[in-house]
């Protein structure tokens, strides 16, 4: 069982920076790949980014490109999504996510699934006023 904690969310400012962390539970972290998704009122629930077990592939929706960023600390059992440059748009409960199914020969359709991940946090709001 993996249990995942997210936090750093909040209200800001259009143009303003913040970074989300989730913490897991567990041994193994450092095998898991990783995902933040986002859902926002009135909306499905969109994948945002994921970075492999070792950090070596980093993945984002088109949306994010150039502003998120997702970094992991397997030492800390944590991974990052560094927000910058927030728009009003980006308003959402940001969720993390944890695949810890070994997968190979996988790319950005795959880590971009919400079924390709097996345990999911509580999220945490990120309101982006204008």
């Known amino acids: 069982q993996v249990q995942l904690v997210e936090s750093g969310g909040g209200l800001v400012q259009a143009g303003d920076s913040l970074r989300l962390s989730c913490a897991a539970s567990?041994?193994?972290?450092?095998?898991?790949?990783m995902g933040w998704f986002r859902q926002a009122p009135g909306k499905e629930r969109e994948f945002v980014a994921a970075i492999t077990s070792s950090a070596g592939r980093t993945y984002y929706v088109d949306s994010v490109k150039g502003r998120f960023t997702i970094s992991r600390d397997n030492a800390k059992n944590t991974v990052y999504l560094l927000m910058n440059s927030l728009k009003p748009e980006d308003t959402a409960v940001y969720y993390c996510?944890?695949?810890?199914?070994?997968?190979?020969?996988?790319?950005?359709?795959?880590?971009?699934?919400?079924?390709?991940?097996?345990?999911w946090g509580q999220g945490t709001q990120v309101t982006v006023s204008s």
């Open positions: 567990g041994p193994t972290f450092s095998r898991y790949a």
């Open positions: 996510a944890a695949d810890t199914r070994p997968a190979t020969f996988v790319g950005t359709q795959y880590y971009s699934a919400s079924r390709s991940y097996d345990y």
